[in-house]
């Protein structure tokens, strides 16, 4: 069945980086856009970074821009959101989604000095 498992978050001081993992199972990551979401206390999920299945085109939150990699290995069927220059304002839990209604459990990322 379809799987997903996040992993590489953490706490880190701001200005600092993480590389979020998300190894899929089930599928082959090739054949789907995939996403990275995002859900701070009290606030709604929003959608942080998006790969389409030909893993050409990606597209960012304004919020993100220049500061967030979306990228994937398909030989290890694995997505990766790779978080440079983090601010407070990025704590969060992070989810992996995959094309359709699968997601993964969720990873707290925590930026504060």
């Known amino acids: 069945q379809v799987q997903l498992v996040e992993s590489g978050g953490g706490l880190v001081q701001p200005g600092g980086s993480l590389r979020l993992s998300c190894a899929a199972s089930?599928?082959?990551?090739?054949?789907?856009?995939m996403y990275w979401y995002r859900q701070a206390p009290g606030k709604e999920r929003e959608l942080v970074a998006s790969?389409?299945?030909?893993?050409?085109?990606?597209n960012y939150a304004d919020s993100v821009k220049g500061r967030f990699t979306i990228s994937r290995d398909n030989a290890k069927n694995t997505v990766y959101l790779q978080m440079n220059s983090l601010k407070p304002e990025d704590t969060a839990v992070y989810y992996c989604r995959r094309q359709g209604a699968y997601w993964g459990q969720g990873i707290q990322v925590t930026v504060s000095s």
């Open positions: 089930g599928f082959p990551v090739s054949s789907y856009a």
């Open positions: 790969i389409n299945w030909g893993g050409d085109t990606t």
